[in-house]
């Protein structure tokens, strides 16, 4: 075998590889390329073309001097108590600038509306903008500040913007007012029976009160157990409601299914695939979602059931620091009323109770039956009791229609004011409770003279 | 130069062209690096703040607790001297004579109104706010203020000085 | 004075641009960078065929990230109240901030990439065997190079928690319950990752300590002796052919290059290649961020990192209910089964009886089988990735990528 000729080594100038050089070129230039294009996009951010025309409008309207003064670059307020911070700044530059009111202002430059009376109650320094208007604070860009969703490519941001154009489409007449605001605003103000400015709000703590909601919810820490705790109930998210279940229609009274899911339902009707639709449907008909659900369907217009489901969005989970929290105006007649329950010695009750559940059989004896008693008892009936009860129809509980046909007053006078122990002691309320499954639960109590009064009045009612 | 010079040094310069461009991308990276270690946005306190609609200003001294700034009115002038000792910080009393006084300070003879003195060492500083006695190694600053456009309000920019004489024409 | 400022020159970069043969063959031992290499290599190691250079992207997209990750560790802070703050100033308030995030987020990526195939390039051509030589025990390089293999997934792994968003909290939820499922020691691990029973400020400065100094450290140190060892095992494995040539009296001298200019230049031409693709994806690509971490609600559906989207699969295909009894998913599907699988490839290189001949060779013959069932396995995680990615979506349906049903917003 003839040993390989050693070869002698190669020149360290000949080039194995000659073509790496010039690729290696091509690649500087590539690279530097796209160094450029990262650059160009570092120095005009989105942000920049509405600073510079932001610029050149204050120039034109109050000349160089005073546009010279105007920096650009990201601006934001930055609020340590909420732990915000809003970069809105950056583009709605005019937002406190006197006399950027006309109409030929371009929206996005004009003076924020009401600063003399909204706004020096609420200054931007301490409430910045996405804690009235929804949105996220920390973006510089139109998409994504304003949360806007295109198509499948969603903004990950979980406050929307509560913008005119979201309230159109959920069919408010005065969509251009920002009516979906009103939510925000109620986060704060949620303790107060009524504030000026909020009509919605108002409107659905009205109906809270007289549809007498906490007698099945706990709502602001009490009420009823036999309907979801709402005290948190803007905090849930899309996950916890299961909008692939079906749709169900009432036909005769009893709820059929429709064939389509929730989810088809609210797109039929054109709505926003929401958690504020589902609410919208749910007052709408509780059955609809619910098909064994206790709650009646109140009747409520659309409009009600906006501002229910806006307050009921409003009911979110905040850290409010003590200087955020409004002062909440006492109403004299909560006072009052809450003065019946809060006092432990008995004010006109009779002090015969245990006697009466021993099943003495007198008569209560006929108190004067007045006008006024009466109307007195109507009202009573109306806050208390309606909710559950009606005349003519079976509700949450039976229908009153000839009720002292069948009861005696003394059996109607205890039911009312003890129901607990009614139901555990009574045979015939045991049969009324497993029956109707349901507890009678009067909101705010009530005082042996308001049942007296309510009986006068049912006694002329269920004839 | 024979023809392969010529095409040896049309490759070098090429070549140099190419250095020129790698090693320009690599640093135009990393200054792009360096570059996003200055602060664009500070969660601080801001150094320019609004103080108060001009016309609410009251003539001779109007002291700002918050911004420990004393700011003067005299006429349509006004101007804006620090609060804060620049000893060691304490905040300065505002002691004013209720009239002009003639004083021998630091050999000059100066007339002034009022002065400012440190409870904490006994600084002592005059009307500009020049430091002629007490432990402070230098005199209280002035800030420049001006009419914010948007507002009209009056705004101090706390982030630099001027001169004891500024004056800002109101 | 040109002439001394030309002489200064020339003193620094000598070793990079050697002037004859002497100076190429000292360049080496006087040269700190240059000390790695021998003075000259054969040229098949160097071709682009043999190797795809993959360890060398690997190693440049590790120095990528070193660099970006030092900077961002100005930026991030990782505590619990302001870490997504700090990654949304990134996006928005920092110069050149989104920059520096795409940069190291796209680079974690294609390292993952990039040390897997890499590894499935050493496995085709069966460069874990030592050919004719008696020295070499190019099997430790294989098993160090699994052990880089899992470091870089747990790199990866724990600087996705840092931005705190869903995204992170869930997927790294999602792979911390699965290190819960081993047996007896499972509660201990979460304990101790965790720092406690749940995900929160302490599993967040534990995850970030990993991933910033203590990973990147022993990565380091492995990489050194990954380098070192081939030293040791007489270069790339390519190199065992043309030894088993000569020796059966072939007149074949292996054509050998200078590593100094020649490699050098091929590895600066790699890195800036590597570096030039970054830079694209860093430009033109966005780098996703969820809403802030939640332990309230999840997202629908809850996916892991990509790399381990495989593992999640396997999970959800291997909790099965037989009767009242359910099998543990989480423990065959996450644990079982990955470790019987990356033990079996570890531990193969010492099996493997393959002829000296397919050393430092791609697809030899008398590798078919095992080649075979190495490529059914890698395509099957392949696979399960790309599954799991776009036919998986809510409640881990299954459903055409296309057709995802629609979930619903707030308001």
């Given at each position: 075998m003839a040993t390989p000729k050693k070869q002698p080594l190669p020149d360290v100038k000949d080039d194995p590889f000659p073509y790496d050089s010039w690729i290696i070129y091509g690649l500087a230039i590539i690279g530097a390329f796209l160094l450029g294009i990262a650059i160009y996009k570092e120095l005009n951010p989105e942000y920049i073309k509405y600073q510079r025309e932001f610029k050149s409008l204050i120039e034109k309207k109050f000349g160089k001097e005073v546009a010279s003064k105007i920096t650009f670059g990201v601006k934001q307020i930055w609020i340590p108590e909420l732990g915000k911070v809003e970069r809105c700044i950056t583009c709605h530059m005019g937002y406190e600038w006197k006399g950027l009111d006309g109409e030929d202002v371009p929206k996005v430059f004009r003076t924020h509306p009401d600063l003399k009376g909204l706004i020096a109650k609420h200054p931007f320094k301490k409430f910045g903008c996405t804690t009235c208007h929804g949105g996220q604070g920390y973006a510089t860009n139109l998409r994504e500040a304003h949360v806007i969703h295109e198509g499948k490519k969603k903004v990950r941001w979980l406050e929307p913007l509560l913008s005119a154009e979201k309230a159109k489409e959920y069919g408010f007449k005065d969509w251009q007012k920002l009516p979906l605001m009103e939510i925000n605003c109620n986060i704060c103000h949620r303790y107060e029976d009524s504030v000026p400015g909020m009509p919605y709000i108002n409107l659905a703590k009205k109906l809270v009160e007289e549809k007498a909601c906490k007698t099945c919810h706990i709502i602001n820490g009490e009420g009823g157990k036999i309907g979801p705790d709402l005290t948190y109930e803007g905090s849930k998210m899309p996950e916890m409601f299961d909008m692939r279940g079906p749709y169900y229609e009432i036909k005769d009274g009893k709820p059929v299914k429709s064939g389509r899911s929730i989810k088809e339902e609210i797109e039929r009707r054109g709505l926003p695939l929401t958690i504020f639709s589902w609410h919208l449907l749910h007052f709408e008909e509780p059955r609809s979602i619910t098909p064994t659900s206790t709650m009646p369907n109140f009747g409520f217009t659309d409009d009600e059931n906006r501002a229910l489901t806006m307050l009921v969005m409003s009911w979110k989970k905040v850290k409010l620091?003590?200087?955020?929290i409004p002062r909440i105006k006492r109403v004299k007649k909560v006072e009052a009323e809450k003065g019946a329950q809060d006092t432990i010695e008995v004010k006109e009750s009779k002090p015969s109770d245990t006697t009466q559940m021993e099943g003495a059989q007198e008569e209560k004896g006929t108190p004067e039956v007045s006008e006024e008693l009466v109307k007195r008892g109507e009202s009573i009936f109306n806050q208390k009791c309606k909710a559950c009860h009606l005349i003519d129809k079976k509700l949450v509980g039976p229908a009153l229609k000839g009720l002292f046909s069948r009861r005696t007053e003394k059996w109607v006078f205890l039911m009312i004011t003890k129901p607990d122990s009614m139901i555990k002691n009574d045979p015939e309320a045991k049969k009324l409770f497993e029956e109707y499954k349901v507890p009678m639960i009067i909101p705010g109590g009530i005082t042996d003279e308001e049942t007296k009064a309510v009986i006068e009045y049912l006694k002329r009612a269920t004839k | 130069m024979t023809d392969k010079e010529i095409k040896s040094k049309r490759r070098e310069f090429l070549k140099n062209i190419g250095r020129l461009v790698g090693y320009g991308t690599l640093g135009g990276v990393f200054a792009g690096f360096a570059r996003s270690l200055w602060p664009n946005i500070l969660y601080e306190p801001p150094k320019r703040v609004r103080l108060i609609d001009p016309k609410n200003l009251a003539e001779g001294m109007n002291y700002f607790p918050e911004h420990r700034l004393f700011v003067f009115k005299k006429g349509n002038e006004v101007w804006a001297i620090s609060a804060i000792c620049q000893h060691l910080g304490c905040t300065v009393n505002f002691v004013p004579f209720g009239q002009k006084v003639k004083k021998k300070i630091l050999g000059k003879i100066i007339e002034e109104e009022w002065e400012f003195h440190c409870p904490c060492h006994g600084s002592k500083y005059t009307q500009d706010g020049d430091i002629y006695a007490g432990p402070a190694p230098r005199g209280l600053p002035h800030y420049p203020l001006e009419i914010d456009p948007a507002t009209g309000f009056l705004v101090v920019d706390m982030s630099r000085e001027v001169k004891k004489d500024w004056r800002l024409k109101v | 004075m040109k002439e001394k400022l030309y002489q200064v020159w020339r003193a620094l970069i000598w070793t990079f641009d050697p002037a004859d043969r002497g100076e190429a063959g000292k360049a080496i031992t006087r040269n700190f960078w240059l000390h790695w290499f021998p003075p000259r290599m054969t040229k098949r190691s160097l071709s682009w065929g043999y190797s795809l250079w993959l360890g060398t992207i690997s190693a440049v997209l590790f120095f990528i990230l070193t660099i970006t990750g030092i900077i961002l560790m100005f930026l991030y802070v990782p505590s619990v109240e302001r870490a997504y703050q700090s990654i949304k100033d990134l996006e928005y308030a920092v110069s050149f901030g989104w920059f520096l995030r795409n940069m190291h987020r796209w680079a974690a990526h294609m390292m993952v990439a990039s040390v897997f195939l890499h590894m499935v390039r050493v496995f085709y051509t069966g460069a874990y065997k030592n050919g004719i030589s008696h020295m070499a025990k190019r099997q430790i390089n294989w098993v160090v190079g699994m052990i880089l293999l899992g470091v870089t997934l747990l790199l990866s792994f724990s600087g996705y928690l840092l931005p705190w968003d869903q995204l992170a909290i869930w997927a790294v939820t999602v792979g911390t319950q699965i290190a819960r499922s081993v047996p007896i020691l499972g509660d201990d691990i979460y304990y101790v990752l965790a720092g406690g029973t749940r995900l929160d400020q302490n599993a967040l400065i534990r995850f970030y300590t990993l991933h910033v100094i203590f990973l990147p450290a022993l990565l380091l140190v492995l990489f050194s002796y990954h380098m070192w060892r081939i030293r040791k095992d007489e270069g790339l494995a390519s190199v065992e052919q043309e030894k088993i040539a000569r020796k059966s009296g072939k007149p074949v001298q292996p054509e050998m290059v200078f590593s100094t200019p020649w490699a050098v230049r091929r590895i600066i031409l790699v890195s800036l290649g590597t570096f030039v693709w970054v830079l694209f994806l860093t430009v033109f690509l966005e780098s996703p961020l969820e809403e802030p971490a939640s332990l309230e609600w999840t997202p629908n559906p809850a996916k892991a990192p990509w790399y381990f989207l495989w593992l999640q699969e396997l999970v959800a295909i291997t909790t099965i209910r037989i009767g009242g009894f359910t099998l543990n998913g989480g423990f065959i599907g996450g644990v079982l089964i990955p470790a019987i699988l990356g033990g079996a490839a570890t531990i193969w290189a010492f099996i493997d009886k393959s002829p000296p001949e397919a050393t430092g060779v791609w697809f030899h013959r008398s590798r078919l089988v095992q080649n075979l069932v190495f490529t059914f396995f890698a395509l099957l995680i392949v696979g399960m990735i790309i599954f799991a990615m776009y036919f998986r979506g809510p409640y881990w349906g299954v459903y055409w990528p296309w057709a995802w049903p629609e979930l619903p917003e707030i308001i």
């Open positions: 620091p003590a200087e955020y | - | -």
